[in-house]
Nanobody, 128 residues
Framework: QVQLVESGGGLVQAGGSLRLSCAAS????????MAWFRQAPGKEREFVAV????????LYADSVKGRFTISRDNAKNTVYLQMNSLKPEDTAIYYC?????????????????????WGQGTQVTVSS
């Protein structure tokens, strides 16, 4: 079992920044790639970013590339999502997920169905 708890969401104006955190407990955090997804009202959950267990490799959705940065601190069992230059279309609930099935290495990291463990989500609202 992996328990994930997100924090750091809130209301911000367009162009602003937020830093999300996801604290993990349970199974060895440093063994797994970690990902962020988001879900806007009426839309499907979509991939945002993923980071390998060592933090040495990252991948991003085209919509956030150059604005968002995923990172992790294995000593603190925490993964982060730094979000800059926020846009109203970034408004969503943001979820972190643990890649215990090695989806990153099979190239299916973008599919939320490949993640067994999720946090409860944190709301990000960007006003125009």
């Amino acid at each position: 079992q992996v328990q994930l708890v997100e924090s750091g969401g809130g209301l911000v104006q367009a162009g602003g920044s937020l830093r999300l955190s996801c604290a993990a407990s349970g199974r060895t955090f440093s063994n797994y790639a970690m990902a962020w997804f988001r879900q806007a009202p009426g839309k499907e959950r979509e991939f945002v970013a993923v980071i390998t267990w060592s933090g040495g490799n990252t991948l991003y959705a085209d919509s956030v590339k150059g604005r968002f940065t995923i990172s992790r601190d294995n000593a603190k069992n925490t993964v982060y999502l730094q979000m800059n230059s926020l846009k109203p279309e970034d408004t969503a609930i943001y979820y972190c997920a643990a890649d215990v099935s090695a989806a990153y290495y099979t190239g299916t990291y973008y599919d939320p169905h490949n993640y067994a463990y999720w946090g409860q989500g944190t709301q990000v609202t960007v006003s125009s």
